[in-house]
């Protein structure tokens, strides 16, 4: 296993065509650098804490993220995993829609297909490489149907007897531009005579066509402001981009599915319950960062003694212990598949909705505790400045045991919790809340709720 500055330096090598603000850019770029920053902690906290497990096939220890969960032990580890990871970064870790592709292959593939992913993956944790996903499409009109808007969907444009040619894009997706290895999954079930679009396969460092055109928002702009803590989080904002498939050539040895639907559906339910579930795990770990900054901040104002504040913290602390118990109780109540230990789907999706509603919970609670001064405050330039810098001092200042500089230093990072693209990217990554609703509501086996509720109080019709 490697460790974050190895990973680091393997990545650099790599020619990508990553813009920014329409400009070409290089992984040394504001925008970019953090992304690579947070992904390196991967290696360096997985070797720390022992976030790895045995595989049979390489014969030897491979980090957690790269192979797929063959118990419920696993699968908890993996779970662990992504709540430190997100606690400690507080910005995504960009390599559990990796994982999660991992295992949703390994639990639908058979024969041939098995045996090209099997290769992959040897590859994959012979090298350590990190791996990221996208569930495509950008699908334009959401009524119309891919034969309607083709060009919305990513498609095969042309087979050849090595490969085959993909066109489309991919639109939002966490840190693809610093992954080894992108795979690429329908987001979506296709109907017969849509065959063209249900292609999953993985992309790689040499394939050319690939652009990625990386998002900007407020918290970018505050990336390339530049400064030692105005950007509130040292490993940035959640960063993604625009993935274009511009005439790509995919060997068949890294096509997995083509034209086959029935796979296509059991790829994408396999795909989302393990995305969901470790999602639950992963905004325990966020409201974990933002319970630490609400706690911090009752202090740097000097309000320790206020029980209203403090219960505040106990509610955060039920959301963070809720969301994990979901993901723990799925991991245990999970079923095998193919050898791999699957989440059970029903609290895989529940552990969705209830990390969203808790994450929104816990940003109210922050941004109650921490007053308006996250929406307000001046910059750390305004403190550095020979001008400003004395009353920034004077009147940023809160409880004595606290400089100005730490009690900004803490804002900044509020500010980021409240201001960055953490709560659409927990709403919506892995699928809209509204998805796993629709799940729920099909899913879920209400009729025995029904029947305790006759036979309790003796209905007759
Ligand atoms: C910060 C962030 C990071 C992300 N990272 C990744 C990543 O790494 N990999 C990846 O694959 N994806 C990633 N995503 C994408 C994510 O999976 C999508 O945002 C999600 O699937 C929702 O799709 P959408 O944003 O296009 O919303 P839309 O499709 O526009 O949906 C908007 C709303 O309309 C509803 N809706 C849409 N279509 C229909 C329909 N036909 N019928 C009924 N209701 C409908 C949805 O349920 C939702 O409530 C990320 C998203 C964000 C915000």
Known sequence: MINGDEYIRRIKCYSRDMYVMGERVGFDHPNVEPVLKAISITYDLAKEKGYHTYSELVNREVNILNTCCRTPDDLIKRYDFQRELSMRLATCNYRCPGADAINAFMSVLEGDERDRFLGLLREIQENDYACTSALTDPKGDRSRRPSEQREMYVRVVEEREDGIIVEGAKIHQ????????????????????????????????????????????????????????????????????????????????????????????????????????????????????????????????????????????????????????????????????????????????????????????????????????????????????????????????????????????????????????????ALHGGGSVSASVIFLQYMSDFSTKEDAVRKAINLKS
């Open 174 to 425: 966490s840190g693809a531009f610093a992954a080894d290895v992108n795979f690429f999954l329908p987001g979506q079930t296709f109907r017969e005579g849509e065959e063209e679009f249900a292609v999953a396969f993985a992309l790689k460092p040499e394939d050319r066509g690939v652009k990625y055109i990386l998002q900007n928002t407020g918290m970018q702009a505050k990336q390339r402001d530049g400064g030692e803590f105005e950007r509130g989080n040292p490993y940035g904002d959640r960063i993604t981009c625009t993935v274009v498939l511009d005439r790509v050539f995919v060997p068949w040895e890294r096509v997995f599915i083509y034209g086959d639907l029935k796979k296509v559906r059991e790829l994408l339910t396999a795909f989302a319950n393990s995305h969901r579930c470790v999602g639950a795990a992963c905004k325990a770990g966020f409201v974990d960062s933002m319970t630490g900054a609400a706690s911090l901040m009752i202090r740097a104002n000097g309000l320790e003694k206020v029980q209203a504040l403090r219960s505040k913290l106990g509610e955060m602390s039920a959301v963070s212990e809720g969301a994990y118990a979901i993901a723990v109780g799925a991991a245990v109540k999970g079923v095998e598949k193919n050898g791999v230990w699957l989440p059970d789907a029903i609290m895989a999706n529940a552990g969705k909705v209830i990390g969203v509603e808790g994450f929104a919970k816990a940003m109210r609670h922050l941004a109650d505790i921490a007053g308006g001064i996250p929406g307000t405050a001046p910059s750390e330039f305004d403190l550095r400045s020979e001008e400003t810098g004395r009353y920034v001092e004077k009147y940023v200042r809160g409880a004595e045991d606290f400089s100005a500089e730490d009690r900004l230093r803490l804002i900044k990072f509020i500010e980021f919790w409240l201001t960055s693209s953490h709560y659409i990217g």
